[in-house]
């Protein structure tokens, strides 16, 4: 009876130190030349880096830090004054750390993370050219500042291949993450703005999202990515809008689209007349007001040479037609909506969207209010 209490009782503690250190995870190891040096072990969050705990040193160099695990895998980093080591935490129980204090941020042994040790290897490289970088500073001949730019410039892209092959290996890895935000002087070797360097934040981005969706550093670097994204179909919308007011002849892009009987409307057939060209969306709630004040204008001015070419983006046709019944002007549709190239040609973000077009086919003016856009109608008839 004794012996089965005292098997519950072994099972009980191994039960509790099992879950405890399930809780935390240790980072211990040895400093030399270090004693009376004060060790801290941080927390390198999304926004700023806090203190977790600290020690100084004794002459034996030897540390010991348990610490809660984070709720996500995250970076952590030991500090001696302005000299670092930085680790991931993961999946890891524990990491040993062999360090001398005078080469504390560079040729330090690790075990026990697998992430870490990549991350050692990329900021091993990183330290390197920023080496170089600082001596550029210095009084070189140009024939020397030269070379070592040339240098630089390899380095970089040697240092670039290899944090590319860090990330395509295991893209929600810690070290894939660390990979995308070294810097040299502040500035960041890769950006999601670049696009080369695109694909490895989007595969960095997706992993982070599908697996810890509510991880902040998920949500902030999937934001990163679909801004970039944003931001570059914005640039090329309006290049392609510069393209367009600038072209010489029509000045505009022609459309054609099947109006409501399947027959294909063109734009440039319209090309003597004063045309409005309207992008719109009839199953918009405000589209009834909107499409009076087309029909007023329409009547107003059609028998003088003024025409209206609209394009539709409803997706729902049966809406569609049933809404156009009684419209005077040419109306056609482009079944893909929104997706419709014709969007970004004409760099249309909002709808409805208009371009005034005098008869020689050359766009005057796009998004007038209906006051302005009268009077310049009259005008140009």
């Known amino acids: 009876m004794i012996m089965k209490k005292f098997l519950f009782t ?32 941080e927390h390198m969050g999304l926004l700023k880096t806090t203190p977790v705990d600290s020690i100084v040193l004794g002459k034996n160099g030897k540390f010991h830090f348990s610490v809660k695990r984070p709720d996500y895998p995250d970076f952590y980093r030991l500090r001696i004054n302005d000299k670092m080591i930085i680790f991931a935490v993961d999946s890891t129980e524990k990491i040993d750390i062999q360090a001398e204090a005078n080469d504390f941020s ?31 500073s210095s009084n070189l001949s140009p024939e020397a500042k030269e070379q070592l730019i040339a240098e630089i410039e ?7 291949a290899e944090a590319r092959k860090i990330i395509l290996e295991n893209p929600k890895s810690t070290a894939s993450y660390y990979a995308l935000y070294q810097k040299i ?26 697996f810890m969706p509510d991880y902040n550093r998920s949500q902030n670097l999937y934001a990163t990515v679909m801004d970039a994204i944003k931001n570059e179909r914005k640039a090329e919308r309006n290049l392609l809008m510069k393209e367009l007011i600038a072209k010489g002849g029509t000045g505009y892009i022609n459309i054609k689209l099947p109006d409501k009987n399947g027959n294909t409307q063109e734009l440039s057939k319209l090309q003597g007349k004063v045309v409005l060209l309207d992008f719109s969306l009839y199953e ?10 087309l029909r007023d204008l329409y009547n107003k001015y059609h028998d003088r040479g003024f025409e209206i070419f609209q394009v539709s983006l409803d997706e ?30 004409y760099n249309i973000s909002t709808l409805p969207t208009s371009f005034l077009m005098d008869r020689q086919g050359n766009i005057i003016a796009r998004d007038l209010d ?7 109608i009259a005008k140009l008839l």
Do not use: M
């Open 284 to 293: 918009a709630p405000e589209n009834v007001d909107y499409t009076f004040a």
């Open 154 to 160: 390899k380095d970089v892209e040697n240092h670039k």
């Open 316 to 345: 729902n046709r049966f809406l569609w037609e049933k809404a156009i019944q009684n419209i005077p002007w040419i109306c056609v549709r482009d079944e893909l909506g929104t997706n419709t190239p014709y969007v970004l040609s």
């Open 106 to 136: 560079f040729n330090y042994k690790l075990s026990g993370s697998e992430p870490s040790l990549k991350i050692q290897q990329l900021r091993k490289s990183l330290i390197n050219i920023q080496n170089k970088v600082n001596k550029l």
């Open 370 to 376: 209906f006051k302005l856009l009268d009077k310049q």
């Open 185 to 210: 002087n502040d500035i960041y070797l890769f950006s999601p703005y670049l696009k080369e360097d695109r694909p490895y934040f989007g595969a960095v981005a997706t992993s982070y999202h599908n």
């Open 10 to 41: 072994l099972i009980v503690v191994f039960s509790f130190l099992s879950c405890q250190n399930k809780n935390s995870f240790t980072v211990e190891g040895k400093i030399t030349s270090a004693k009376g040096e004060k060790l801290y072990i």
